[in-house]
């Protein structure tokens, strides 16, 4: 297994092999960057790393972030100099972990315990990092304050809830976040406005793994995800309201 990229042009799908150390690939998670550049969270199983590639020019470039049996559930974002902000989890000590590049550096902080899973990162406009993630059996939320971290539990209305979850920023700063809720089987959206989180229930039987939130101009959430019942990908949007 090796960690590749494609890109299409011209109706032609083009695919490039950028890490072939070992088996690699792993919780990957994609951003481009102003000129078109992709950027790569993953975690290489071999040494269990995080791992960090990017294509500057005609090159890609590797880098390993984290050791130590972390980087699974990654997440990926950029800051508005092109920095890039990494969410993902420790197995070893079971901690949510940021990690951040700066001036050639690479920062790193611990930011919550206990079982992580899917994590979904989201810088805002003054590149504040918003997470969403699960720590097995609830839905959780984190936001930078200055040196700390304000946490809360958003959703734990059942033994399992918050797995595949998928955050986006609406216009006005306010958190969506789509998610598994594997007690009850379903699809839920939840999302943050006038100092209220509200839940909703999108689709019901057995339906809402691997969840992809989108917010269009409007702030109308889109998602994607698996029915597990049928075999079918699945899509799901609201027009106009919370």
């Known amino acids: 297994m090796f960690c590749g990229a494609a890109s299409a042009t011209n109706a032609t799908w083009y695919?490039?092999?950028?890490?072939?150390?070992?088996?690699?690939?792993?919780?990957?998670?994609?951003?481009?960057?102003?000129?078109?550049?992709?950027?790569?969270?993953?975690?290489?199983?071999?040494?269990?790393?995080?791992?960090?590639?990017?294509?500057?020019?005609?090159?890609?470039?590797?880098?390993?972030?984290?050791?130590?049996?972390?980087?699974?559930?990654?997440?990926?974002?950029?800051?508005?100099?092109?920095?890039?902000?990494?969410?993902?989890?420790?197995?070893?000590?079971?901690?949510?972990?940021?990690?951040?590049?700066?001036?050639?550096?690479?920062?790193?902080?611990i930011m919550d315990t206990g079982g992580i899973h899917d994590t979904s990162l989201v810088l805002n406009s003054s590149n504040i990092p918003h997470i969403s993630y699960s720590d097995g059996f609830k839905l959780k939320y984190a936001v930078k304050n200055g040196s700390t971290w304000d946490i809360q539990t958003v959703d734990s209305k059942g033994s399992y809830v918050g797995m595949y979850n998928?955050?986006?920023?609406?216009?006005?700063?306010?958190?969506?976040?789509?998610?598994?809720?594997?007690?009850?089987?379903?699809?839920?959206?939840?999302?943050?406005?006038?100092?209220v989180w509200f839940t909703e229930t999108v689709d019901t039987e057995k339906v809402g793994e691997y969840t992809s939130l989108k917010l269009d101009k409007s702030n109308n959430p889109h998602i994607s995800y698996d029915d597990d019942v049928n075999c079918d990908l699945k899509y799901a949007y609201k027009i106009n309201g919370i």
Request: glycine share 10%; hydrophobic share 25%.
């Open 166 to 195: 998928s955050l986006a920023l609406d216009s006005l700063g306010n958190p969506h976040i789509s998610y598994y809720d594997a007690t009850n089987k379903k699809l839920k959206h939840i999302s943050y406005y006038n100092g």
């Open 15 to 109: 695919n490039t092999s950028i890490d072939k150390i070992g088996v690699s690939g792993g919780h990957t998670s994609l951003v481009l960057d102003s000129k078109g550049n992709p950027h790569i969270s993953y975690y290489d199983d071999n040494t269990e790393s995080l791992k960090y590639s990017y294509k500057s020019g005609v090159k890609w470039y590797n880098e390993t972030v984290d050791t130590g049996n972390v980087g699974r559930y990654s997440s990926i974002a950029l800051d508005s100099f092109g920095n890039p902000f990494i969410s993902y989890g420790d197995s070893t000590n079971h901690y949510l972990k940021l990690a951040f590049k700066y001036s050639g550096s690479w920062y790193k902080e």
